[in-house]
């Protein structure tokens, strides 16, 4: 699937987008194999409170399953208007 | 219901002119703009999005105002990009048979775009730059809707 970043995920990330290979069964399963990763994803992840996640682009939980994602993001909280 | 987001500035006084005219059932219409505004020294903003969930973000929390109120046309327009102090950043214009639909809307509006579009400022100055930290008050004023 694709995994995305936005704000400052991105910038401590380092990268918007990247195609991971996962057969992980929620959100919090994905976010468990990317922090043991690299401590940049690690980082990024550290405070689940501090972020946002969207799979498919709708607005979800890291309790959400994956199956059938195409696409998951991961964001802060957002600051529009 | 016209939903844009786009770079380049709009023209407020056109958008506004031209929002639910030539039509004779409409007895309110409200309009909002927000602005970038100066609380340091601040030189820019850049509001980065993401491409598509914000499209289907806006229209959806326009749907939801569309069937809690009684609407008749609804219009959301938000730059991403750099932007400078006083610029317009973003604007939104319902129109309905009477105003407390049309005022009621428009801040429904505002508290979900706040919130639930994926847009994010990021602020940037002679100190450097940072991303403006979502409010608590922003969060709370869902509750009441």
Known sequence: ?81 | MRIVVQEAPFDYGAECDGFATGRTDVGAVVTFAGLVRTDADLDRMEIEHYPGMTESALTAIAEEAARRWSLQDVLVIHRVGPMRPGERIMMIATAAPHRRDAFEAAEYLMDYLKSRAPFWKKEHGPQGESWVEAKATDEDALSRW
């Open chain 1, 1 to 81: 699937m694709d995994v995305l970043y936005f704000a400052w995920v991105r910038e401590r990330i380092g990268l918007p987008k990247e195609r991971v290979e996962t057969d992980a069964a929620t959100v919090a399963d994905l976010v468990s194999e990317l922090r043991a990763r690299e401590d940049r994803y690690d980082a990024a992840f550290a405070d689940l409170s501090a972020l946002r996640v969207a799979v498919d682009q709708e607005l979800t939980d890291f309790d959400a399953p994956l199956a059938g994602a195409r696409e998951v993001a991961f964001f802060p909280p957002m600051t529009g208007g």
